[in-house]
């Protein structure tokens, strides 16, 4: 017996609606985050802050869009799986970009596990998004929603796992063993 898209939604209706309020929340604290941490983020460190700050936030906002798009009323399997398709295929192809700033110009500082969580692990949640798309487009609500969660779940661990990640970085980076120097060069 084939279940409803509506059923299906309406059974995963909880995991959507707790799934986008973490990525809200996350979203928020990424703000906080770059706030507090201006001073970090100077001109010498626009390129770690393309590469690491702003994807983390596009992979909480992809979280927040799937959840938004999935509760939204009145969606069919061709409405629902196509805008989830067309997101899932803009966040493959942000998510190369960020692997190719990464893979170029930062890898030789980063450990496997910072490659991992920055740059695989959401790239991995984009295609499992896509292929929930075309199961979607496929009729099979329960299969996609079933790849569509575990697609959000690995963006958002992933962009924990990197915020935390920047917060200690930027909290341990400023730190010299200098005294600062004041304004007359002593």
Known sequence: MSVSLDQTLRDWRDFYVMGGTAAATLVGLMFVFASIGAS???????????????????????????????????????????????????????????????F?????????????????????????????ALIELDRRPGDANILAGVAIIALIVAGLRNAWDMTVWMTTSGQTTEPPRTAEGG
């Not at 596990?113 to 295609?127: C, H, K, M, S, T």
């Open 40 to 102: 970090q983020l100077a001109r010498r460190n626009l390129g770690a802050m393309r590469a690491f700050i702003t994807p983390t936030v596009v992979h909480f906002g992809a979280a927040l869009f799937v959840c938004l798009v999935s509760i939204m009323p009145s969606h069919s399997e061709r409405s629902l799986g196509g805008v989830l398709g067309v997101g899932a295929l803009i966040g493959v192809a942000y998510c190369g970009q960020v692997l190719v700033l990464i």
């Open 104 to 132: 170029r110009r930062f890898a030789a500082g980063l450990a496997w596990e910072d490659r991992l969580f920055y740059a695989l692990i959401p790239f991995v949640g984009y295609f499992l998004l896509l292929a929930s």
